[in-house]
Nanobody, 124 residues
Framework: QVQLVESGGGLVQAGGSLRLSCAAS????????MGWFRQAPGKEREFVAA????????DYAASVKGRFTIARDNAKNTVDLQMNSLKPEDTAVYYC?????????????????WGQGTQVTVSS
């Protein structure tokens, strides 16, 4: 079992930055594909970013590429999402998830473990 806890959400103005962190307990994250997803009110959960072994094995949604950066710290058992140049349309609950390294990164069904989510609100 893997327990995931997100932190770092909040309210920020458009153009600002936030850094989300996902802390894990129970298992070492180095053995997992780690992803960030988000869900806005009335919308389906959507893929944001994922990382396998290192930054060179990261994937991003087109809507966040160039603005968001995912990074993992295996020593600390954490995965962070640095979000820059935030837009109002980035407003959502952001979820951290862990899945098998060989799974498809963009699909929620690839992930077996999920955090409780953290709210990000970007004002215009």
């Amino acid at each position: 079992q893997v327990q995931l806890v997100e932190s770092g959400g909040g309210l920020v103005q458009a153009g600002g930055s936030l850094r989300l962190s996902c802390a894990a307990s129970g298992r070492t994250l180095s053995n997992y594909l780690m992803g960030w997803f988000r869900q806005a009110p009335g919308k389906e959960r959507e893929f944001v970013a994922a990382i396998r072994w290192s930054a060179s094995n990261a994937d991003y949604a087109a809507s966040v590429k160039g603005r968001f950066t995912i990074a993992r710290d295996n020593a600390k058992n954490t995965v962070d999402l640095q979000m820059n140049s935030l837009k109002p349309e980035d407003t959502a609950v952001y979820y951290c998830a862990a899945g098998g390294l060989g799974r498809v990164a963009v699909t929620p069904a690839s992930y077996s473990y999920w955090g409780q989510g953290t709210q990000v609100t970007v004002s215009s």
